[in-house]
Nanobody, 124 residues
Framework: QLQLVESGGGLVQPGGSLRLSCAAS????????VGWFRQAPGKEREGVSC????????NLADSVKGRFTIFRDNAKNTVYLQMNSLKPDDTGVYYC?????????????????WGPGTQVTVSS
């Protein structure tokens, strides 16, 4: 079964950058859309970004447009989330999850194979 593991989180000052990675256990990642989600304390999990299996279609939440970029390297079984101009409101646990088959969906329950998450804290 496909397994995903996130990495790259940490503590960063406002205006800083982080690159999150979502590494897959199998070479079939290219058949899956992959989404990034986040959950802040006391809040519901929300979608941040999603990329289709081929990488030719992406979407971003309005709150991160112009600051975040999602891309993938299927040869490395990895999907990335580049986060620039970070704000304190971006703080939370970031998760990646897969959707088969591609393309992306806004309906979070369709996603499966959730990783354990990586903490992102934006604070001065």
């Amino acid at each position: 079964q496909l397994q995903l593991v996130e990495s790259g989180g940490g503590l960063v000052q406002p205006g800083g950058s982080l690159r999150l990675s979502c590494a897959a256990s199998e070479l079939i990642l290219g058949y899956y859309a992959v989404g990034w989600f986040r959950q802040a304390p006391g809040k519901e999990r929300e979608g941040v970004s999603c990329i289709s299996g081929s990488g030719d279609s992406t979407n971003l939440a309005d709150s991160v447009k112009g600051r975040f970029t999602i891309f993938r390297d299927n040869a490395k079984n990895t999907v990335y989330l580049q986060m620039n101009s970070l704000k304190p409101d971006d703080t939370g646990v970031y998760y990646c999850a897969a959707l088969y088959p591609s393309p992306c969906s806004d309906y979070i329950p369709l996603f499966d194979n959730w990783g354990p998450g990586t903490q992102v804290t934006v604070s001065s």
